[in-house]
């Protein structure tokens, strides 16, 4: 699949041209006719003789950058003075930062925000840790942790590599829900130290949001953290894609007027993902659903299966399907894949029912050309922003930390991970339903207030249970 042009791939380019004659003019043509597209002209300097122009423009990859560049200086007078990533300019020195609540105007301001009045403070949750809650930055505070071995689709790039995503995922907290989040990558990928690490600094957060941790080490994790730790622990790989995929599942069936607890469901995907998308829908009512992995069905028969495996063959293909992704699809209402670029074509969905139901979720590729799959199937949703019904993890986690920390919440379950589904799925209203509009919009005013709020009003249901 041929990639278009995209904002993070784009380029400034800085050029001096004479100022009287064509050069200005061809430089938009050029860039067009080598597939670029310009997204802002700029002369920044004028003189008699000479101009200088910032131009920008977005490109494919950094091929495509380079290309372009090339094709600018290839024009007669047009000098390329400078070349900007503006991706790597946005990176320069990291995305997010630390900033004090109250001015250090004088010596007053000193001692209540330092020593001697600080230790007031400290006594106070010494007496009684919970204030530490009320009393110091745990308050609002979630660690973003990774171990760098399954980094977006770039696989065990390691810690440091990872620190750009972490990063951007506090941005995306702060954002979008007023959270502070620290990105902490850790130069490990032992699951026993993996386990203490993140427990033993956990006193300073009210939540723990694992990501790009590999499958099946997640699960461990995250299950060791959950029983050991009085705060919530969530893994956003796993679980934030699962409320998304249940939300957009929710409206879809609306669409083709189905019902969540009849729908066949063919699933492709038994990582880290796929099993909580898997759960999460069998929790909601799902009962007819097929799992696919790299070696076939998953079934009640087949050798080799570890835990995780074995699980979903004990729980789902009631009549004990075998074979290929392909033998099964046939007669599926809905396909959801979390698994690989490229696994179906058009015949494939073809052989769907009715009024099916495409979710391609890989990412970048994914498992079938979105533009082929609307041939045949009635609604189709993918991970990529160029294309109708993205379905994007930050429509979930923003809300779901909002909700568990305004509820002082110590914990996270399948409720709370239904309430949100619910509460992003009623973000599109009957009217803006449709094929196209199954999930709203990252930015859509409301659905981050709407998910905490269902979210709180869930974890004080779940906490109330407890005490």
């Known amino acids: 699949m041929a990639t278009a042009p995209s904002i993070s791939y784009s380029i400034t380019i800085r050029l001096e041209v004479p100022s009287g004659g064509s050069a200005v003019s061809e430089l938009t043509t050029t860039v067009e006719r080598t597939g670029g597209i310009v997204t802002a002209l700029d002369v920044t300097a004028s003189g008699a003789e000479a101009l200088r122009i910032d131009l920008t423009c977005a490109a494919s990859d950094t091929d495509h950058a380079a290309l372009i560049v090339s094709a600018l200086e290839a024009i007669s007078d047009v000098k390329v003075e400078k070349v900007s990533d503006r991706t790597f300019l946005m990176h320069l020195g990291g995305v997010i930062e630390t900033a004090t609540k109250h001015p250090l105007r004088n010596r007053d301001d000193l001692s209540m925000i330092y020593t001697p009045g600080v230790a007031r403070i400290c006594m106070a949750i010494a007496a009684d840790k919970e204030d530490a809650r009320r009393l110091t930055v745990k308050r609002n505070s979630v660690a973003v942790v990774s171990d760098g071995s399954a980094v977006l689709g770039l696989g065990n790039i390691g810690p440091h590599a990872a620190m750009p995503v972490m990063e951007g995922k506090a941005a995306l907290f702060k954002g979008f829900a007023d959270i502070d989040a620290w990105p902490i990558c850790l130069d490990t990928q032992d699951v026993d130290q993996i386990v203490e690490t993140v427990a033993a600094i956990s006193p300073g957060f009210a939540g ?33 894609t699962a409320v998304v995929v249940l939300a ?220």
């Open 208 to 240: 723990i949001n694992l990501e790009d941790i590999s499958a099946p080490r997640c699960f461990e994790i995250e299950a060791r953290l959950r029983e050991r730790l009085d705060i919530p622990v969530f893994h956003d790989d796993q679980h934030g």
């Open 248 to 467: 957009a599942l929710r409206n879809a069936l609306l669409v083709v007027g189905k019902d969540i607890g009849s729908a066949r469901i063919v699933l492709a995907g038994a990582g880290a993902a796929g099993t909580a998308v898997l759960k999460v829908l069998m929790h909601a009512g799902v009962k007819h659903v097929v799992v696919c992995d790299v070696a076939g069905v998953v079934h009640e028969g087949r050798e080799g299966l570890d835990e995780s495996l074995q699980w979903i063959a004990d729980n789902t293909n009631a009549d004990k399907l075998t074979g290929t992704l392909r033998d099964v699809l046939p007669g599926a209402d809905v396909f959801i894949g979390v698994s690989a670029p490229n696994l179906l074509n058009a015949e494939d969905v073809e052989s769907m029912a009715d009024d099916s139901i495409v979710f391609a979720l890989a990412n970048p590729d994914p498992e079938i050309d979105p533009a082929i799959a609307r041939e045949h199937a009635r609604v189709v949703a993918t991970g990529r922003s160029d294309y109708p019904n993205q379905i994007n993890n930050v429509l979930a986690f923003p809300g779901i930390f909002r909700g568990l920390l305004d509820a002082q919440s110590h914990g996270i379950g399948m409720d709370i991970l239904l309430a949100a589904a619910d509460a992003i799925a009623g973000s599109v209203s009957a009217d803006e339903l449709n094929a196209n509009y199954i999930v709203p919009s990252v930015f859509h005013a409301d659905v981050h207030k709407r998910v905490a709020a269902a979210v709180r009003k869930a974890a004080e249901a779940a906490d109330g249970k407890h005490h």
